[in-house]
């Protein structure tokens, strides 16, 4: 008997993960796609590589200021692509176009770079796991930036 209800246990739950959009991916720490690129996470993780790009090293505390009011030299532009994992805490793997800000109009533009941020909320910090620059030259933004 107790065979029996394992083997169903099992089947239901395969017949769940298959019939259920999304499911496997909330299985073992599978990405998932966010359709909300204005989501206030993913802005918040966004808002914080954009901040730790520029030189502001240190480990972000949410809801404190990110930075004192001095210039940035990268600022988040739009946020491109956006996927999450559940590890301790949420991975943000974001696509970011990043404005750079120089003080000659001609090297003025965006950047795109990929990164991965761990988000811990019980302990409201975030921190840049990952960073790569998908196109290092300054091109013109787009013209849509995101809703900050």
């Not at 107790?2 to 720490?29: E, I, N």
């Not at 941020?117 to 910090?125: D, E, G, I, L």
Request: proline residues 5%; neutral net charge.
């Amino acid at each position: 008997m107790a065979r029996k209800s394992l083997l169903f246990v099992r089947q239901l739950t395969l017949a769940l993960l298959l019939l259920l959009p999304g499911a496997a991916a909330l299985l073992a720490g599978g990405q998932r796609a966010v359709d909300d690129l204005n989501d206030d996470g993913v802005l918040n993780a966004a808002k914080f590589a954009a901040s730790w790009l520029s030189g502001q090293r240190e480990t972000v505390t949410l809801g404190a200021p990110v930075a004192d009011g001095a210039p940035r030299a990268l600022s988040l532009h739009r946020v491109l692509a956006a996927r999450t994992q559940v590890v301790s805490g949420v991975n943000y793997i974001l696509s970011l176009e990043l404005r750079l800000r120089a003080s000659e109009p001609p090297e003025e533009g965006c950047q795109l770079h990929d990164v991965t941020v761990w988000h811990v909320p019980w302990q409201q910090k975030f921190t840049l796991t990952k960073q790569a620059v998908v196109r290092a030259g300054v091109e013109p933004c787009s013209r849509e930036p995101s809703e900050l």
